[in-house]
């Protein structure tokens, strides 16, 4: 067993993000998940990413408040417990629309021999 205490998590910056802070709860440490690493987004009104996409897919749960998800056509309003998932290759853009920091995990698979993000 791992344990990482939310005391312990490390901020990450990620690419095309603004008005957020991430903390990475699990990943890229020895020890830690060996598929998969968790992020916590903190995402504050008007906060958000891309458009854009990855090679990898990505599971967004909504933990507090409310995020806008956009991929292609389809736009959907996420609330607490709600979770989607992005495949890879999709672009898809977040937006925070709403008065309220909106909170989220965000469960990435590891990119293919590169660093960490």
């Known amino acids: 067993?791992?344990?990482?205490r939310f005391a312990d998590a490390a901020p990450y910056e990620?690419?095309?993000?603004h008005g957020v802070v991430g903390l990475r709860l699990q990943g890229f440490e020895p020890?830690?998940?060996t598929n998969q690493w968790v992020g916590y987004s903190q995402f504050l009104p008007g906060g958000?990413?891309?458009p854009d996409a990855t090679p990898f897919e990505k599971v967004y749960v909504v933990l507090s408040g409310e995020m806008t998800v956009r991929a292609g056509e389809h736009e959907?309003?996420?609330r607490p417990l709600d979770s989607c998932?992005?495949?890879p290759n999709e672009v898809r853009e977040i937006a925070n629309r709403s008065n309220h920091v909106c909170t989220m995990l965000v469960i990435i698979p590891y990119p293919s021999r590169s660093p960490a993000p």
């Open 48 to 50: 958000g990413a891309g």
């Open 1 to 4: 067993m791992h344990v990482k």
């Open 31 to 33: 020890g830690g998940p």
């Open 76 to 78: 959907i309003v996420l």
């Open 14 to 17: 990620a690419p095309h993000h």
């Open 85 to 87: 998932t992005i495949p």
